[in-house]
């Protein structure tokens, strides 16, 4: 672009501003007549505008997709594009991770102007079922993509206006629940033409040469925000971590994410290539670049709410470098349904390496958030009934908060049991807080829940996603690991079992239970300095027991069991040892390179 | 009869209007106290007495006072409810806290911190009790484990609990049960049960409108036996009614109990008091505009009737009952203007509030705001309330020379300018909200502009909206006591009763019907609304099978058969159409909710008219002074008085017209005419009014 930028700071604004806007009334739109559960309760869903470039501009805060315009410029290269037209894919893999997994359908609208490609507008939505091995499509214990359902390479679902039905009928055939996602899709492609049409309006009122000028703008505002920020926080030097996943469901062998932070002269880069093979099971992450840039910019620019995130955040970071055929790069047909662990494993992981760089001036690690699949079909009718319910873990503590209790991610909703119960036959029988998960810290780690659940099917069968039990989310700066959760049947019938936390194909039967506990994040700070008072708050509020307030956080309650023993505590807490190292899993540990935390926990 | 005078006193964050009307001699009287936000019921007092002096007018004279209130609003906002305890289902002690376990789409995952809830997990029992979905009982109420709960939560001094069992909607057996031991146990302590609070399906929805209502009960029982001890003290006879968040007025009683009800008091009386100034004007469709100091609040009415929203927020917490639809956004004449680091630059939602206010008011804050560029620009007047304060330019040119025109390397006057563009802005998007995301097309609606701050923004906001009509009330500042004089009295009543297709159970919605008039019937009954005076609008709440948000439809005299069921789905696949671009009909419909809101008439207060002169007259100026529009040029512009003005005349813009309370600015390019009613209507030159 040889133009010159000529637009003054308040057109700018007033085109952000009005961007802003548009882009949340496409979410509004999704979120109030989208069908299936995913979307309409649990808000699964994503909106964004893109420059002509596929740049992302404005959009929602979820570091998981990655870029959503490229892949489909090898099928459709711009100058092909025409006003009308509209774009869909689920293709993870044939668009080099525009979406990281196969249920989010992109919509993807081109907006021209003059005739020539401006922009995009665009929408993605977790689709419920898209057909593949298993009810809901996601299986923990998939070994292939092709059995994760149908894939869908970009296509031109509209051409010029008109809708090609034919595409829409053989995807939704595939599904095992087609109304639902009919009204989805209805849902993501209305929401995805109202985006292209504010756009529109925007270059109407203030000009296409201004809206592009304000495009420029907002990429610049982050990069800067986020540059500054590294500058000022980051030391120059190399810094590794390495985060584990539990089990890859498939060989049930643990994994790792390891990121090398580099910087020096300015220059930032993220090296993952430490990163374990590619995995047999579904834990796979097909990691665009974008994704840990994302997650450094909306971590360090987090004190300013005016800094959002977009592909500012991306010229920020000057390299990321990945090893082809590991686990954050795998090659197809690598099975990737369940990458959240280890997308979540890249965020701990670069916590790690920035708290190693800035002496503990990071979060402590968090849980992964947990999902249930119990499936039930009835061969005789033909009917498939399908509960996922996403369940909250505990997050990690901040270096100036406790983490968050209870909590799936982002604009993400749990069900209200009175809505699973008369959808999904179930009863949910308890939910509870899932007492001393929360990492002990000076700020404490989040805490995990616990969720009853009575199954009323004939026959069901369950899929299980819930991490974080070998390796539980670590502590940093003095605070310690969260505590891991674990999955019961029948925990008070006469013959309890456990089962594998990550594992498919259990059977249950009419009337088993389910008790599902999740795991804590991890705290930040010595325990020994969380102020006594937090502590009590947190007996009388059942987040801490009385043992772990006396053998964690060396505070002493009195008889009376709802006031402090001071005396008791200053001499229960000068016996507290001091924390021996920067993390903690289990036990404190430096981690002052990759090698010797590898030895560390090898040595476990 | 010699007494029908009316009072209304709407107490706000700021002052307390009160307006006394005659309706035989048509006189209108306003006052203006400051609010006493300590104990409110002092402004209140003080109010009543300021006016009763300045009229003459006795207690026994006032046949009706009627009343808004921030006290539940506030004990809410600012976490200052009593203390309070909870009754729930064993095994889900953790709701509340638990919530909907997100981390809310706007927040930033790693710097969001969970709200505080309005009670603590310590302050909640378990009971052991289980209703199904369909009210039938699978384990009954341990009524001595109720009873055991009780005493615990009486030890723990509780002022109020709150009754949350599941599906109750469906079965409230076991609530009033439990409510009647609670009642037996803790004598004066107040109870709230959700299956009356709000008797739909989502529990933490439910529990969370539970919770906060049990909250601000005591607080609210307080207040008003104290305002009516204080009335009887002093003669009063009057019956008191408070005003509602659905744009209704419910009684002392039924606030005392449902205060929750009570939450958007203040701005539901504004918008009901701009729709009744509107439609005495002609004009029934319209968006209003109330911006103040710190924020601004939208609406669309349509036909009359404001629109009523079933799932929107407090602070940071879910309200799923029927309240206005007001959309709120930090934009206010004290918004602060600032560059940041990165060059970008921001109007509010930070606020220099009253104090230290905009720099002009030169006690001590140093950053620029909204009303300093409005000032800088000619577009206000340099002082406050006809000269009782004076304000100083010159502090608002260096403010904004400091903070924003230098940083961004521009002249003061384009900062200034910036400044309204980007707040002008803000409001455009919101209004935008409550009109095109609904399907409206503002050309179609007349924007009614009030507050402080609105009337001076109206003319630029309805040209970027294309909004083709603006009216300014005559008394913008009070338009909060207006509405309370044209409230009636307003009662929501609800019951989910799934119904899927095609196997719609008339019998059952007939049933339910049956039994939300009955409950509305006895209570208007009980309000003394003599049958001719009552109306009855049923509804249901329709969404497509497998949505989560249901959409709500008028369902003409509740005839539940075939024909009225096709009629109701016809009208929700047009709804649906209009709001979210998209109808499907072939999808199944499934009906949710069934509502009966019943009104109990109150009678019309006439408002009082100007002296008319011929239409067309130029309006007499009193001066002018140096104002800036489009130009960085000022140009020389004739003011107005708006008390010297009469029905009739016509003002030319550009010009500005000032009273005690607001500015109005009149675009180079419109017309202002003044009506009978004394409102401005601003019209486009060349478009008709």
Redesign the interface.
């Known amino acids: 672009m040889s133009r010159e930028a000529t637009t003054d700071t308040v057109t700018l604004e007033l085109i952000t501003g009005t961007l802003r806007a548009a882009r949340e009334e496409m979410e509004a739109l999704i979120d109030r007549t989208a069908m299936s559960p995913f979307i309409r309760e649990k808000k699964d869903f994503f909106t964004s505008f893109l420059n002509r470039d596929g740049k992302l501009v404005v959009s929602s805060s979820l570091t998981l997709s990655g870029n959503l315009v490229e892949g489909v410029f090898q099928h459709y290269p711009s100058q092909t594009m025409a006003d009308g037209d509209l774009y869909i894919y689920n293709d993870a893999y044939g668009t080099g991770g525009g979406v990281s997994h196969l249920p989010d359908m992109v919509f993807l609208a081109p907006v021209f102007h003059d005739n020539k490609l401006f922009a995009f507008a665009e929408s993605w939505g977790h689709l419920w079922d898209i057909g593949g091995t298993v009810p809901g499509s996601i299986s923990p214990e998939a070994t292939s993509t092709f059995q994760e359902g149908v894939l869908v390479p970009p296509v031109k679902v509209m051409a010029e206006g008109v809708l090609n039905e034919e595409v829409f009928r053989i995807f939704t055939r595939n599904s095992r629940f087609p109304d639902m996602m009919r009204g989805d899709l209805k849902a993501l492609m209305a929401a995805c033409h109202l985006g292209k049409r504010r756009l529109e309006d925007a270059m109407d009122r203030f000009g296409a040469d201004a809206v592009e000028d304000a495009f420029e703008f907002m990429l610049a505002q982050s990069e800067q925000a986020l540059r500054t920020e590294i500058e000022r926080r980051v030391p120059d030097g190399t810094f590794g971590f390495r985060d584990y996943i539990d089990s890859d469901v498939v060989t049930d062998q643990s994994q790792s994410v390891h990121v090398s932070l580099a910087k020096s002269d300015g220059k930032i880069s993220l090296d993952f290539s430490g990163s374990a093979d590619q995995a047999e099971g579904p834990i796979n992450f097909i990691m665009d670049d974008s994704v840990p840039k994302y997650m450094c910019g909306l971590y360090f620019t987090m004190h300013d709410p005016n800094i959002r995130m977009n592909a500012g955040f991306e010229r920020a970071i000057d390299e990321i470098i990945k090893r082809p055929g590991s686990l954050v790069a795998p090659v197809e047909p690598a099975p990737i349904g369940l990458r959240t662990h280890t997308m979540i494993r890249v965020n701990s992981a670069l916590f790690g390496a920035i708290a190693q760089a800035t002496g503990g001036d990071a979060s402590a690690a968090s849980s992964v958030y947990v999902l249930y699949y119990l499936r039930s079909e009835d061969r005789a009718t033909g009917r498939v009934d399908l509960c996922i319910e996403g369940l909250g873990v505990g997050f990690g503590a901040r270096t100036y908060a406790d983490g968050t209790d209870a909590v799936y991610y982002v604009a993400q909703k749990n069900y209200p049991l009175e809505f699973a119960e008369m959808e999904f036959g179930v009863e949910i029988e308890a939910f509870r807080i899932h007492a001393d998960s929360g990492g002990p810290g000076r700020w404490r780690g989040g805490c995990g829940i616990i969720r009853d659940v009575r199954v009323l099917a004939d026959d069901a069968t369950l899929g299980v996603r819930l991490d974080n039990c070998k390796f539980p989310a670590f502590g940093v700066a003095g605070g310690q690991s969260g505590r891991p959760g674990r999955i019961i049947i029948n925990p008070d019938g006469p013959e309890p079992y456990e089962l594998k936390s990550m594992s498919d194909g259990n059977r249950l039967k009419k009337g088993d239970l389910i008790r599902v506990i999740t795991p804590g994040g991890g705290g930040w700070g010595p325990p020994a300095e969380r102020p006594a008072e937090s502590v009590l708050d947190d007996v009388l509020d059942g987040f801490v027991s009385i043992e772990s307030a006396y053998d964690d956080y060396g505070v002493v309650l009195s008889a009376d069991g709802v006031s402090l023993d001071m005396d008791g505590t200053a001499r229960r807490r000068s016996e507290l040892n001091a924390p021996t190292g920067m993390f903690h899993r289990n036990q404190y540990f430096s981690g002052s390179t990759a090698e010797s935390l590898d030895d560390e926990v090898a040595a476990e | 009869m010699a007494s029908e005078r009316i009072l209304a006193l709407d107490v706000g964050g700021t002052f307390t209007d009160v307006v006394l009307v005659d309706p035989a001699s048509g006189s209108l009287t306003t006052a203006k106290e400051a609010s006493t936000p300590g104990d409110p019921s002092l402004g209140f007092f003080a109010g009543v007495d300021k006016i009763l002096g300045q009229t003459g007018v006795t207690a026994p004279e006032i046949a009706q006072l009627l009343h808004g209130a921030t006290v539940a609003t506030n004990a809410i906002l600012e976490n200052k409810g009593a203390k309070t305890g909870m009754l729930v289902t064993?095994?889900?002690?953790?709701?509340l806290?638990?919530?909907?376990?997100?981390?809310?789409?706007k927040?930033?995952?790693?710097?969001?911190?969970?709200p505080k809830r309005p009670v603590?997990?310590?302050l909640i029992q378990e009971v052991p009790e289980r209703i199904?979905?369909d009210g039938t009982v699978v384990k009954a109420l341990s009524e001595e484990a109720c009873r055991g709960a009780a005493r615990r939560l009486a030890a723990l001094d509780v002022e109020a609990v709150a009754v949350l069992f599941?599906?109750s909607y469906a079965n409230a057996a076991h609530e009033r049960r439990a409510g009647e031991i609670l009642a037996e146990e803790l004598p004066g302590v107040e109870i709230a049960l959700s299956s009356d609070v709000l008797p739909i399906?989502?529990?933490?929805?439910r529990g969370m409108a539970t919770a906060l209502n049990a909250s601000v009960q005591p607080l609210v029982g307080r207040y008003i036996r104290k305002l009516e001890t204080e009335m009887d003290r002093r003669g009063f006879s009057a019956p008191l009614r408070v005003m509602k968040s659905n744009g209704g007025i419910f009684s002392p009683d039924q606030a005392a109990r449902q205060s929750i009800h009570m939450a958007l008091s203040g701005p539901a009386a504004g918008v009901r008091g701009a729709a009744r100034v509107a439609e005495l004007a002609g004009f029934p469709d319209l968006m209003t505009i109330d911006m103040g100091g710190t924020s601004a609040d939208v609406c669309l009415i349509r036909n009359g009737e404001p629109s009523i929203s079933k799932d929107s927020e407090i602070g940071p917490f879910p309200l799923s009952i029927p309240i206005i639809d007001i959309h709120t956004i930090g934009a206010g004449g004290g918004s602060i203007a600032s560059v940041?680091?990165?060059?970008?630059?921001?109007v509010g939602p930070e606020s220099a509030g009253a104090d230290p206010g905009p720099a002009c008011y030169g006690k001590g804050g140093d950053r620029p705001t909204v009303t300093d560029a409005n000032l800088l620009l000619g577009r206000i007047p340099p002082h406050l309330l006809d000269g009782e304060v004076s304000i100083d330019p010159a502090l608002s040119e260096r403010a904004i020379e400091q903070h924003v025109a230098r940083p961004?390397g521009?002249g003061t006057v384009a900062a200034a300018?910036?400044i309204l563009?980007?707040v002008n802005?803000?409001m455009v998007?919101a209004l935008?909200?409550v009109s095109v995301?609904k399907g409206y097309d503002p050309a179609a609606f007349t924007l009614c502009a009030f507050g402080g701050a609105g009337p001076v923004h109206a003319g630029e906001i309805a040209r970027l909206l294309g909004a083709r009509r603006t009216l300014v009330p005559r008394h913008p500042g009070i338009l909060c006591a207006i509405g309370l004089l044209a409230a009636d009295l307003r009662y929501d009543f609800v019951r989910t009763r799934?119904q899927r297709a095609p196997d719609y159970d008339l019998a059952a919605m007939a049933e339910t019907f049956d039994e939300l008039m009955r409950e509305a019937t006895a209570r208007l009954e009980a309000e003394g609304v003599t049958p001719d005076q009552r109306r009855f609008e049923p509804s249901a709440d329709l969404r497509?099978?497998?949505?989560?948000?249901e959409i709500t439809v008028p369902w003409a005299a509740a005839e539940v058969s075939d024909a009225g069921v096709e009629g109701v789905i016809a009208e929700f696949h047009r709804l649906?159409n209009q709001?979210?671009?998209?109808a499907?009909q072939e999808?199944p419909v499934e009906i949710v909710n069934l509502r009966v809101t019943a009104t109990g008439l109150t009678d019309e207060v006439a408002m009082p008219r100007l002296d008319r002169v011929e239409p067309g007259t130029i309006a007499p100026a009193d001066g002018e002074r140096l104002v800036v529009f489009e130009e960085d040029v000022p140009m020389r512009v004739p003011t107005y008085r708006r008390e010297a003005l009469r029905a009739g005349q016509v003002i030319a813009g550009p010009g500005v017209v000032d009273q005690l309370d607001t500015t109005t600015l009149i675009l180079p390019g419109q017309r202002c005419e003044i009506d009978e009613g004394g409102n401005f209507i601003l019209t486009e030159e060349g478009d008709g009014p």
């Open positions: 064993d095994g889900f002690k953790y709701l806290e638990i919530g909907r376990a997100e981390v809310p789409r927040e930033n995952i790693y710097a969001w911190v969970k603590p997990p310590r199904r979905l599941l599906h399906f989502r529990e933490y929805e940041t680091e990165q060059g970008g630059m921001l961004l521009i300018r910036g563009a980007i802005n803000n998007g935008k909200v995301e799934l497509y099978a497998r949505q989560g948000v649906h709001l979210y671009t998209f499907d999808a």
